[in-house]
């Protein structure tokens, strides 16, 4: 959960995420670099994450949205087919060397919102 100093986000409409479904990408400055990063439900719970593979710094997703393998139970970069688990980040399987970096998010009302932090602002134009 956020803490008291985080801003939130909207990021999109709780309709937007399907569980096992596309992902919903949006841009942040992680540690004063622009990254993309992503939203995806599993099991009802909305989580988001840097869409950085951890193997190597480079995205996952093959094609803009898609994370999850055929079953919607795992989050898989396309590249070097690491597996990921969709509610922590911990990687399961393949070169993956540790967790996603987890991105603070919340539902309220129908809308998704993620939570700046220090490390992590949005990118501002």
Same mark, same amino acid.
């Given at each position: 959960?956020?803490? /008291?100093?985080?801003?939130?986000?909207?990021?999109?409409?709780?309709?937007?995420?399907?569980? $096992? $479904?596309?992902?919903?990408?949006?841009?942040?400055? &992680?540690?004063?670099?622009?990254?993309?990063?992503?939203?995806?439900?599993?099991? $009802?719970?909305?989580?988001?994450?840097?869409?950085?593979?951890?193997?190597?710094?480079?995205?996952?997703?093959?094609?803009?949205?898609?994370?999850?393998?055929?079953?919607?139970?795992w989050l898989v970069c396309a590249?070097?087919?690491?597996?990921?688990? %969709?509610?922590? $980040?911990?990687?399961?399987?393949? %070169?993956?060397?540790? %967790?996603?970096?987890?991105?603070?998010?919340?539902? /309220?009302?129908?809308?998704?919102? &993620?939570?700046?932090?220090?490390?992590?602002? %949005?990118?501002?134009?």
């Amino acid at each position: 959960m956020a803490d /008291e100093a985080s801003r939130r986000i909207a990021l999109c409409a709780s309709t937007d995420l399907a569980d $096992g $479904g596309l992902a919903v990408a949006f841009d942040v400055c &992680w540690r004063g670099e622009v990254l993309r990063a992503f939203a995806v439900r599993h099991q $009802g719970q909305v989580h988001a994450y840097l869409n950085r593979c951890t193997h190597v710094q480079m995205e996952m997703d093959y094609r803009e949205g898609h994370f999850f393998d055929d079953s919607g139970c795992w989050l898989v970069c396309a590249t070097h087919g690491a597996v990921f688990a %969709p509610d922590t $980040g911990a990687c399961v399987g393949g %070169p993956g060397r540790g %967790p996603l970096t987890k991105i603070d998010i919340t539902e /309220e009302a129908g809308q998704v919102y &993620w939570h700046t932090a220090p490390t992590l602002q %949005p990118v501002e134009f």
